[in-house]
């Protein structure tokens, strides 16, 4: 059974910090996505990594991936409040399906 | 572009009712669908995804069943509500192997 394990689970930092959220799972897997989620809304697609060392960047956010150590991290530059939600790393079974982590919930304070 | 509609957006039910959740997409044709539900604020846990109409497969033993009527309609049932069903339902829709999208969700609240 695939696990998917996030770590944090809370962080609350301040603004113009840096931080790092990991995500790691427990088969062999060449699909690691990253979503945000706002309290009480959907979630929203940040990144799509599909292959060994893949990196991606968007603003103040940075994913990469590392599936020979089944590593993903999620690194947060000069945090901003804007940027308080829950983070959810997803990986990819056969099928399409998906496998959550429990998700990190940022909070950044001025 | 394409779409995702479901609905409704809350719904507050009696234990013992029955529960209808629809979701459709748009601008697509054959999608991957799923359920997903969050508890909490937490987790998803993946309930029913379908690669085709009436091609479903269950995720997890429960009181709820999914249909698929159409090609970009999913349906998610119950014929009667227990408290652990209250929750966060998601409905997503992907083509094969890409990025998952999601419904705005529908709250339920089982009283």
């Known amino acids: 059974e695939l696990k998917v394990e996030q770590n944090p689970l809370f962080l609350s930092m301040q603004e113009g910090k840096n931080y790092t959220i990991y995500c790691n799972y427990s088969?062999?897997?060449?699909?690691l996505y990253w979503y945000r989620q706002d309290p009480g809304k959907s979630l929203e697609s940040l990144f799509v990594?599909?292959?060994?060392?893949a990196v991606k960047q968007e603003g103040r956010l940075m994913a990469s991936l590392d599936t020979k150590a089944r590593l993903s991290t999620l690194h947060i530059t000069a945090a901003v409040h804007d940027l308080s939600a829950t983070y959810f790393c997803?990986?990819?079974?056969?099928?399409?399906?998906?496998?959550f982590g429990e998700g990190t919930q940022l909070t950044v304070n001025p | 572009s394409q779409t995702i509609h479901q609905w409704p957006a809350t719904l507050v039910q009696p234990v013992g009712s029955p529960l209808s959740l629809e979701c459709t997409v748009e601008g697509t044709s054959n999608p991957n669908l799923y359920w997903y539900r969050q508890a909490a604020g937490r987790g998803l846990q993946l309930l029913f995804y379908?690669?085709?109409?009436?091609?479903i497969s269950s995720e997890v033993p429960q009181n709820l069943s999914a249909s698929r009527p159409q090609d970009r309609q999913f349906i998610l049932s119950s014929k009667k509500l227990l408290l652990s069903d209250s929750g966060f339902y998601l409905c997503a829709w992907a083509q094969t192997g890409v990025v998952l999208h999601f419904g705005n969700g529908t709250r339920l609240t089982v009283t």
């Open positions: 379908s690669i085709g109409i009436d091609q």
């Open positions: 997803a990986v990819g079974t056969s099928g399409s399906r998906l496998t």
């Open positions: 990594l599909l292959s060994n060392g």
């Open positions: 088969t062999t897997s060449d699909r």
